[in-house]
Each structure stands twice: as C-alpha cells, then as structure tokens.
Nanobody, 125 residues
C-alpha cells in the first residue's frame, strides 16, 4: 500500500506558475502509473495528467496541454506537476494518485486506488 502526500500549492496571480510535488512512501512507487486530478468547488474531480511507471509515457487533459508538465523521480519516490500560465479556472484542490487497476483507463478516477489528501491551488485574476 502506498501513501501519498502532495505539497506545493498556494495562492498565485494569473500568469504565474507552480510546481506541485507528490511524495510517496510504502508500496511500490516505481511500479505504479501515477496521475494528477483536480477538483474545483461544486465540480467533479477531473483528470489532469498521467505518467507511466517508467516516466516514458505521459498524457494530459486538453485544458492542460502546453501548460502542464508531469514528471517523476523514482529514486526519490516523488512525482511533480509543473504548471505555467496559471488561470483562475485552474483554481482547485489538486490530488495525486497511484494507479491500482491497470485494466481501467488512466483517465478515470476508478483506475486509481491510492490518493493523497490534496493541495489547494488558488489563482487570482
């Protein structure tokens, strides 16, 4: 079982950038595909980005293409999400997750069995 802890959120102005981190402990981080999701107030949790266990494959929601970069350091058991050109609509709680169901699409929340507690990102206009 893997435990996940996000950090790096905060309040930023539109156009700014942030780097979110997700530190893992326990379990087998290096053998798990990982993902980032976000949930804005009153909305469902949505897919943001995913990365394969080796880091060789990545994928992004359309809303983040060109602005979000997902990466991982298996030696440090840490995953990152670099976000540039932040917009107010990026305001949400950002969650990292470890995929536990490889047969399910990594775009779906149901593919992930382990979640962090989330980190708040607030973008002011």
């Amino acid at each position: 079982q893997v435990q996940l802890v996000e950090s790096g959120g905060g309040l930023v102005q539109a156009g700014g950038s942030l780097r979110l981190s997700c530190a893992a402990s326990g379990g087998s981080f290096s053998t798990s595909d990982m993902g980032w999701f976000r949930q804005a107030p009153g909305k469902e949790r949505e897919f943001v980005a995913a990365i394969s266990r080796s880091g060789g494959s990545t994928d992004y929601a359309d809303s983040g293409k060109g602005r979000f970069t997902i990466s991982r350091d298996n030696a440090k058991k840490t995953m990152y999400l670099q976000i540039v050109s932040l917009q107010p609509e990026d305001t949400a709680v950002y969650y990292c997750a470890a995929r536990s169901s490889p047969l399910l699409s990594w775009y779906s929340r149901t593919a992930y069995g382990y979640w962090g507690q989330g980190t708040q990102v607030t973008v002011s206009s």
